[in-house]
């Protein structure tokens, strides 16, 4: 077993989600990766997110396994100069901090080139470093608002955000898409590295499918269905005994099985329900009679009898559920932590499996915990400057 990404040196200068998740992903695929904080209180997540009755947070060791942390305050004339030693160090940089802020500190992607022209720069925004929007802050759900994502997501005319944040996922999925591309071109190519800019809104944008296609060829404009299809019925979200299903029974061949399933063959024959265009203009109904029959059983029997007869399905799952599905378990799709002060931690694993390749598997560090081993063992600061440099701030 090899790891893909060894020898691949990573700084990272990441907060909340885009950044960190990038930076973890570089990790699991064999990175070194250094996380850079601020002296004290460590990055938003640290500081800001849900913690336990501790005062731990239990949102950053989701964005940061795989890395290690270092506190530095590169205001600081002693620490901007350790931060150099870093970027001179390092293969990648990423970041995700307000667009235009490393710049105005003299530390853009121009003056670091200086110091490794083969620099990979990774900056990761809510709308990119150029455009008319690129100095708006951004959130998740103000980007799924503005790209189109929210008005196609939720019940009917009620525009709705997703549960997960979708666009920061992406941005740091794409970012480290795009930092590969990078380093196999310079290996490849050789010459200089590269500057990425990432912007949220833009991998928001990408995952809408055809429907800007859509909106043009047909000049139907794309809306939200809530758990309906835009052309095929029924298809909806049902409720069971003790739950609810998601069932797909779109195609001709799904819907005649169905209505055998439901003992109500005449439903083939009737004008209303007879072809994929009628089931939909009279879907309200049609649910309602789908459903009368569905709610009499239990989930897991109904999704074996509709699975048994080919009809697509399967139950709506709590987080937990999920947690304790079997084909995850099997799947080894959460990983186990033991981080200090919450015990155990579960977190997704990376999604690939690789028949090779080794998959990182550290926990996420403690603030600071690897000061020594990097300022001390890979910068040379010795043991005095070491706790003078603690002692004023600066780490």
């Not at 944040?165 to 380093?183: E, K, M, P, T």
């Not at 995952?207 to 404009?221: K, M, N, P, R, V």
């Amino acid at each position: 077993m090899s790891k893909a990404l060894e020898g691949v040196k990573v700084l990272e200068l990441g907060h909340v989600v885009s950044g960190p998740v990038c930076g973890m992903l570089l990790g699991d695929l064999g990175a070194e990766v250094i996380k850079v904080e601020r002296p004290g209180t460590g990055e938003f997540y640290r500081e800001e997110a849900l913690k336990n009755a501790d005062g731990i947070s239990c949102v950053f060791p989701a964005y940061n396994r795989n890395k290690k942390s270092v506190t530095l305050n590169y205001k600081d004339k002693r620490g901007r100069e350790l931060l150099l030693e870093l970027v001179r160090w390092c293969d990648v940089l990423i970041e995700n901090l307000r667009p235009g802020l490393l710049v105005s500190m003299g530390l853009g992607y121009e003056d670091l080139k200086k110091v490794n022209p083969k620099l990979i720069m990774a900056s990761i925004s809510g709308f990119g470093q150029t455009g008319p929007y690129a100095s708006k802050p951004a959130y998740d759900m103000t980007i799924a608002a503005i790209s189109g994502l929210m008005s196609l997501n939720g019940p009917e005319g009620q525009p709705t955000k997703t549960g997960p944040a979708v666009s920061d996922f992406l941005s740091g999925i794409y970012g480290a898409f795009a930092v590969l591309a990078a380093l196999r071109d310079l290996e490849q190519n050789g010459g200089d590295g590269q500057y990425i800019d990432v912007s949220m809104m833009d991998c928001a944008i990408s995952i809408l499918d055809a429907f800007f296609a859509q909106s043009q060829f047909t000049g139907i404009e794309p809306k939200s269905m809530g758990n309906r299809r835009a052309n095929y019925a029924p298809v909806n979200a049902f409720k069971t005994v003790d739950g609810s299903i998601y069932m797909a029974a779109s195609l001709q061949k799904h819907w005649v099985a169905l209505a055998k399933l439901m003992g109500r063959e005449d439903l083939l024959t009737d004008p209303l329900y007879a072809d994929s265009n009628t089931r939909k203009k009279n879907e309200l109904g049609l649910e309602v009679i789908v459903e009368e029959w569905t709610s009499r059983m239990k989930s897991a029997d109904l999704i074996g009898l509709l699975e048994s007869n080919g009809i697509p399905c399967a139950p709506i799952q709590s987080v937990e559920q999920v947690r304790n599905d079997p084909h995850t378990i099997a799947r080894g799709s959460i990983l186990e932590f033991d981080y200090p002060g919450l015990g155990s931690y579960p977190v997704a694993a990376l999604p690939p499996r690789f028949s090779t390749l080794e998959i990182q598997a550290v926990r996420a560090p403690l603030l600071g915990e690897h000061n020594d081993e990097v300022f001390g063992s890979l910068l040379g600061c010795g043991v005095g400057e070491l706790k003078m440099l603690m002692e004023k701030g600066t780490i």
